[in-house]
Nanobody, 115 residues
Framework: QVQLVESGGGLVQPGGSLRLSCAASGIIFSTYTMGWYRQAPGKQRELVAEITPSGHTNDADSVKGRFAISRDNAKNAVYLQMDGLKPEDTAVYYC?????????WGQGTQATVSS
């Protein structure tokens, strides 16, 4: 059974930081491209950042220079360090795992940026 479990969301003031974590089980983690997506109320889910098995990263333009994705294959975990948070970063953040035609999603974690 595949499970992706996110944690680390919460309420933070503008300019603050959050670190999201995603623990994966039931997959050969090192072979999967891992990603973080987000969905704000009334908007479509969008890619935030992704990291390939070799460690190559791809970030959305809206988060370049503020967010950083990383992975620890020994722990079957992927992280999203979010700095310089803005109110427009408020969303449910989802962990995603992709390998060939297989794709899995976590249940999401809420991140709210507000003063």
């Amino acid at each position: 059974q595949v499970q992706l479990v996110e944690s680390g969301g919460g309420l933070v003031q503008p300019g603050g930081s959050l670190r999201l974590s995603c623990a994966a089980s039931g997959i050969i983690f090192s072979t999967y491209t891992m990603g973080w997506y987000r969905q704000a109320p009334g908007k479509q889910r969008e890619l935030v950042a992704e990291i390939t098995p070799s460690g190559h990263t791809n970030d959305a333009d809206s988060v370049k220079g503020r967010f950083a994705i990383s992975r620890d294959n020994a722990k079957n975990a992927v992280y999203l360090q979010m700095d310089g948070l803005k109110p427009e970063d408020t969303a449910v953040y989802y962990c995603n795992a992709i390998w060939l035609y297989r794709a899995y999603w976590g249940q999401g974690t809420q991140a709210t940026v507000s003063s």
